[in-house]
């Protein structure tokens, strides 16, 4: 709860921060040309080129086989294992809770190389594959592939909101229907599947678009065989006529945002219409978990392949390749173990300061922008005018661009606006694109965080005497001080996971290793990727150890 | 026991984990008759109306219904919660969100295969006995608690279920309304001649709805009885402590008659009451007399001392009057206000428990 006038100031900085880079991307996409060039104007021909490139359609077409695909995998797969892991006596469920969450915080193109150097023609696990059944039955570069990846490492987003939403149904409606006279398979199907669906509506949603912003896996997986999706199309403009097609990369990028923005919308309607089933609950917390009986060991054998296929290949397949100089068939791997990846990258300025760079956008940029969450979330806290409900879109706007794109869009911001200009080859920028690109995330922790705050702790402050600001300094934020180091733990690992967002910011002095590994694979260094890779597990794994170590929850 | 009995409990204990909730509860139920589990919270009512229903896992003792044993640990029987046919209203009501309020109420009908039109003129019917039939079509956040509550029944009891268990179903009412619903479920209840056990910590709401009342206290039952045997007759100085507004003084065993023994209380004031402990002349004990049965008087006696009027404090029915003596606080009843000063203050001889 902050005065009028800071808080009017907060609001505006936000607005500017998410609507200049986004008005500058559609009216970029409107020019006929770069916009600092003088002879751009006014016109649509940038949407009439893409619009006659035949790539483009079939990019639009893989995005859509994507999209799609990988919600017919992730959301079953996502909602039975979130049932098996709440609501049955499966064995090791506590052990299998954190492994289950690792394919949110790897990189996805780290994954994406992960499974180039595990599955690829020559990766590990199909040479292996190859000495003992004599052929390979997979292609690692086909859409189908792409498709399946993509849909077995979302599994675990679709895990966190229906597990959730279980968890908050009241074991006593359950209740109500066994002593009914339901079974228990006509308890899932009467009463929980349908009290959850709403939350299973929501993720379809979220997956769906998560699946068009995707560019990290098909970027590496789709290169080879030329499949393309609309991200990666974009990515692919930027040298295709010659001289910097930005009015093109515009129009896909509106393009882009034409879907996902209504998504978004879409989403915060079915989120609305979730709560009033949440509402409802019993306060019964008891639960009895149901009894798997032989089941549980099919259900525990189907968790761990999974795990296998999405944790266990890619992570060990990357490991593995950052410490052997070369592999192939007939290689003997303890011939070719070497140390050189790592040394090649410490003796490189960039590598290090790539690394450097990463750490203190973690850390540093991580707390700046937990920070700035806090005070946008001030602004909001326990407020509903007019102000509030316009930062609850703001908020929620940069949701709909993708990564890429807005890294693309503040470049754009920081390279024409004069006085921001100097800050364009520093880690500012770089901070500043992945604090709005991770805002609706960040302020998602923030308000979950403010919201365990009782009202009458802040009533009680105003009536012996505190204005709004003294409430908020003395008694809100000292009293959230864990969930705000939780919050910066989780900002801290996707940060370090984030890449595309650096793609286009990536200049001396503002490396970082997710981009760095974007430019890197393009030149086909695989030798420092790989050790880069290791790298970066290597930091989201030690924000994880301290995540876990502090008991922060890795999801609501 | 008789053929009478409906629901019989023996012997019933459960624990989570190392804890032990009931040490062994033993219970009967008759047809036609409410029972209350009273008791402090945590005490375990909950768990054993949970442990009846086969929501709860006990490890010994057995529960039959109508002569069926729908639980016994020594014979391996654990009939399942949603085969033993009982109602039960959740304290939280656990009306399904997503059902209307006739898809609630029909629900168990249609898992019993009952016929469409059955099925609608029996929901109709229930509804109607509990005056909801023109919220049938409603979602269940659409009605007030006092509706919920009723929907929630009207669901336990469309089936007929020979035993209908119910969780604190007041509690969730507002304070006047909860006057109103306990007249009015009593009635509900015997009108429709149901076998009924109700759990509450309200030890006035247990003995206007009951029949007989089970005080249970740590997982095992402190006395059972009729209300006025529970009020009137408490065997423990728990008992008598928890049923009712007491005055409370402790003090040492001065002198024992039979079944009376005089107290000499730490506040000056010695006393003759009915002597329900075994303590021997000079040991420590307490003396409780219900608040009603405190007196005023004119002037000295048997069984009276003069303390010292604070305050009338009104009350709308009566006065309460508060007294010093020592260093405990007396309260007593009367119609009239007082005003402050020296009083006479009688305790009756058969009103005052020695425990
Ligand atoms: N799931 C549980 N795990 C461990 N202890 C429990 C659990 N549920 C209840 N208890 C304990 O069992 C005791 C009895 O609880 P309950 O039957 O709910 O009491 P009541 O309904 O009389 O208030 C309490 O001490 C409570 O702490
Ligand atoms: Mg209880």
Redesign the pocket.
Known sequence: MLQTLPRRAVVALLALSVFFPLGLVIYQSVLSGPFFMPAAKLSLESFAFIFDDPDFWSAAKNTFAVAIGMSVIAIPLGAILAFIMVRTDLPGRKWLETPILIPIFVSPVVLGFGYVVSLGPVGFFSVWFQELFGGVPWNIYSLASIIVIAGLTHVPHVYLYSSSALRNLGSDVEEAARLSGASPFRVARDVSIPMVSPALLYVGVLVFFLGFEIFGLPLILGDPEGHLVLTTYLYKLTNKLGTPSYHLMAAVATCIIAVTFPLVLLQRALLKNAQRFVSMKGKS??QRPLMLGPWKWLAFGLILAWLFITVVVPVSGIALRSVVSSWGQGVNLLEVLTLDHFHAVFEENTMIRSIINSVLIGTLGGALAVGGYLAIGLTTHRKNDGLSRFVDYIVLTPRAIPGLMAGLAVFWVFLFVPFLAPLRSTLFSVWFAYAVVWLAYGMRLIQSALMQVGPELEEAGRLVGASNARVSRDITVPLVRNGLLGAWLLIFMIFEREYSTGVYLLSPGTEVIGAQIVSLWASGAVDVVAALSLINMALVGIGLAVALRFGVKLHD | MTDKTILSVDNLALS??S?P?LKGVSMQLKRGEVVSLL??????????L?AVAGLEQPHHGSVTIAGRAIYDAAANIDIPAEKRDLGLVFQSYALWPHKTVFDNVAYPLKLRKVAQNEIVQRVHAALKNLGLDHLAERYPHQLSGGQQQRVSIARALVYNPPVILL??PLSNLDAKMREEARAWLRNLIVEMQLSALV?T?DQSEAMAMSDRILL?NG?VIEQQGTPTDMYGQPQTYFVADFMGSNNIMTGRIGDIKGGEARIDLDNGISVWGLRRTNAAIGHEAKAVIRVEQARLADAGGHNRTEVDLVTSMFLGDRYEYVFHAGKDLLRSWGTRHEAPGKRWLELPGDAVWIF
Request: hydrophobic share 20%; no cysteine.
């Open positions: 917390a008891r | 989570y984990g804890n909730i008791g402090p919270s945590g005490s375990g009512k909950t768990t054993l949970r969780d604190e759990v910590h249970l997982g």
